[in-house]
């Protein structure tokens, strides 16, 4: 009994010994913390929340939406995590990537509006020339499209347009970061872009995609023009050469001094030349490089069979239709709304709203282009003369094309109306002191007045557009000599005697080598039957009963 007893105890004093260490141990650990609160959601984020908790569902939006104060709400925000809902970075995100879509947007749709300006120039180029070259100047036309945008997608838009980072309507092109420079006088200088061939590698971006198809236009634009002034003489397969080289060298190479950070745009940063030289659109870039091109051309092509006599004296010849011509120019009005206004590269942020400013100083100044034409033609011709009164908006209109962006609308009028007359003086110059054959009167349209236009920019530019608080790296606005800098015309002057002495030279020497290697002009029986079979194999008007044209002997 008393071994049992003690057994007992033993074992009841063991257990009371487990049951006190382990209640020890269990005192001695530590709980497991608690989890801690969340932090509380920003002020603006809980905003959202709470505004997206609120938002029509789709039960609300399935009821229709007549009046649209439904449709696009802060549901439509992309959220990158859509348990947590939309947060400031989200809303942020948002709007960063609705002002470049604005922007993208806008850019395009200029730059299709600038693309429809080559039916326009088929049209007027086409109806001041004769019947029986009809289809031959459509066709050059037509096919300086593909050849100018196959040369600028292998080469040119890369010296264009390769060292043009930055840009923050298009956010910010940064692939295109790579100018070929020189040192000159301790500054850098930028000679030609580096980057964009085909539109491969880095550049394959959805900004540089929208900037290359913007310019794209422009270069074409620039392009076509010399196909008018060399009309009803020009070899089909030189002309197609000549349209290559182009696109390819010398407009993408002057378009960077001005437009893609070369040379010329650095004169204000380098030298102190206000804002360098400025174009807005292109009335230099474009139109004058285009013009001067022409006038290179023509001078190596030689005139029309009959366009002069034997004294010197020149001929007129009658284009076959004046409606396209005027509908043609119409058309190229619209056009140069996107020409014009696109240029800003955007609607949004940027002082970008100045488009309707635009806009408005592009329409005033085809308008007085038209009147100064016509008032010219009427006062010292006694009637008014259609073509000269298309020419007057063209002329208008091309003039504008640099100062645009920077002058009032007065003095958009005063810068066409200057141009309406300018045009009419200059083809009368050009056809019997320069003896040059122009037959659409492109030379005196484009290079002419793109000279007038630039230097527009240096007397009229009124320092009141803020694009983005800078012009060329320069702060401030792009102010005229009007307006108290004269620095801004020295940098325009550099820039034209850069075009004439430069872009004219590089043509004129372009040209002269394919005058020698396939040669420019059309046989004589060729021109005088007419450039449609000969070359195109198909009459532009095969019901036409064709007037016999003069003998060649006679018209030497």
């Not at 141990?25 to 603006?44: L, M």
């Not at 008018?228 to 010398?250: D, N, P, Q, Y």
């Not at 030349?273 to 139109?287: E, I």
């Not at 091309?398 to 609308?409: E, K, M, N, Q, R």
Request: charged fraction near 10%.
């Amino acid at each position: 009994m008393k071994i049992w007893l003690r057994n007992h105890l033993l074992a009841c004093c063991i257990l009371a010994l487990s049951l006190a260490v382990g209640g020890m141990a269990y005192a001695e650990t530590p709980a497991t913390p608690a989890p801690p609160a969340a932090a509380p959601a920003p002020p603006a984020t809980a905003e959202l929340r709470e505004g997206a908790a609120k938002a029509p569902t789709p039960a609300d939006l399935a009821k229709g939406d007549p009046g649209g104060t439904l449709t696009g709400n802060i549901a439509d925000i992309t959220v990158t995590d859509a348990k947590a809902g939309p947060t400031m970075a989200d809303a942020g995100n948002q709007i960063g990537q609705n002002k470049i879509a604005i922007n993208f947007v806008w850019t395009l749709v200029c730059g299709f509006l600038v693309m429809f300006m080559q039916a326009g120039f088929a049209m007027v180029e086409s109806g001041l020339t004769r019947v029986k070259n009809a289809n031959h100047t459509y066709m050059m036309n037509f096919f300086v499209y593909g050849c100018g945008l196959l040369a600028y997608w292998v080469l040119g838009f890369a010296i264009q347009m390769g060292g043009a980072a930055g840009n923050a309507n298009l956010g910010g092109l940064y692939p295109l970061a790579s100018e070929h420079t020189i040192s000159l006088f301790g500054k850098t200088w930028g000679i030609f872009g580096e980057t964009g061939y085909f539109l491969a590698g880095h550049a394959y971006d959805v900004g540089v995609m929208v900037i290359f198809l913007f310019q794209m236009v422009f270069m074409d634009t620039a392009l076509t023009i010399v196909t008018g002034a060399c009309a009803e003489r020009w070899k089909f397969i030189t002309f197609s050469v000549t349209s290559i080289i182009m696109g390819a060298l010398t407009y993408p190479l002057f378009a960077n001094w001005a437009w893609g950070g070369g040379w010329l745009s650095q004169l204000g940063a380098n030298l102190g030349l206000s804002h360098g030289y400025a174009d807005f659109a292109g009335s230099g870039v474009v139109h004058s490089v285009g013009g001067l091109t022409a006038l290179a051309v023509c001078l190596i092509v030689g005139p029309r069979i009959g366009k002069y006599n034997r004294d010197g004296s020149a001929n007129p010849i009658i284009g076959h239709d004046i409606s396209a011509v005027l509908i043609g120019c119409f058309i190229l009005a619209f056009g140069w709304f996107g020409f014009n206004p696109g240029s800003t590269l955007g609607a949004s942020s940027n002082g970008n709203l100045r488009i309707a400013t635009v806009a408005v100083a592009t329409m005033l100044a085809g308008c007085t282009g038209t009147f100064g034409a016509i008032l010219y033609m009427w006062i010292s011709k006694g009637k008014p003369d259609a073509s000269m009164s298309g020419n007057g908006l063209l002329a208008g209109l091309v003039a504008i094309t640099a100062p645009s962006g920077f002058v009032s609308a007065p003095n958009a009028a005063i810068i066409g109306l200057v141009a309406g007359v300018l045009v009419c003086v200059s083809v009368y110059f050009v056809e019997n002191v320069l003896k040059v054959d122009d037959p659409v009167g492109a030379i005196s349209v484009h290079c002419a007045n793109g000279l007038w236009g630039v230097l527009a920019v240096g007397l009229f530019a009124d320092g009141t557009s803020n694009y983005g608080g800078s012009w060329n790296g320069v702060p401030g606005s792009v102010t005229g000599l009007f307006y108290g800098d004269a620095g801004q015309l020295a940098a325009q002057l550099v820039g034209i005697s850069t075009l004439l002495g430069v872009v004219f030279a590089l043509s004129f020497a372009v040209n002269m080598v394919l005058e020698y290697v396939i040669g420019h002009r059309v046989s004589a029986e060729s021109e005088l039957n007419g450039l449609d079979i000969p070359e195109m194999g198909q009459l532009g008007y095969p019901e036409f009963v064709f007037r016999p044209e003069m003998a060649y002997s006679k018209a030497a």
